[in-house]
């Protein structure tokens, strides 16, 4: 009988722990949508004020389009392949496998904090 009694505690340890984990991934997807949204509203503002600057006035959506347009455009003649592979390759000698594990950590941490914050809101 204390076998069976064991595998059931067992069993919603297990389950506690599922449930707990759950919620964890759940504020991380909250707190990214957050995190995008926030982010999504930065460039656009940053797109529109460049097509402002450009073109001057218009409708909102069309200056933020142009904006867009006309900021890649820019950044694109600056790129250099070469350049970007050098870069690439320096970043790679920077980041060590665990660096990048506690990198990673740390984002899902802060993903599930801002995720709190969103719900409680």
Not at 3 to 19: F, G, H, I
Not at 26 to 46: I, M, N, P, T
Not at 57 to 74: I, K, Q, S
């Amino acid at each position: 009988m204390g076998e069976l009694k064991n595998l059931s505690v067992e069993e919603s340890t297990l389950v506690a722990r599922a449930r707990s984990l759950a919620q964890q991934v759940y504020l991380a997807h909250v707190g990214l949508l957050a995190r995008v949204e926030e982010e999504s509203r930065k460039q656009y503002d940053k797109a529109l004020a460049a097509g402002k600057e450009a073109h001057g006035e218009g409708p909102e959506l069309v200056l933020a389009v142009r904006g867009l347009v006309d900021t890649l455009v820019n950044e694109a003649t600056q790129l250099k392949l070469d350049d970007v592979r050098a870069q690439v390759q320096q970043l790679r000698d920077k980041i060590s496998a665990e660096e990048l594990r506690q990198q990673a950590q740390k984002l899902f941490t802060d993903l599930v904090q801002a995720g709190e914050k969103r719900k409680a809101a």
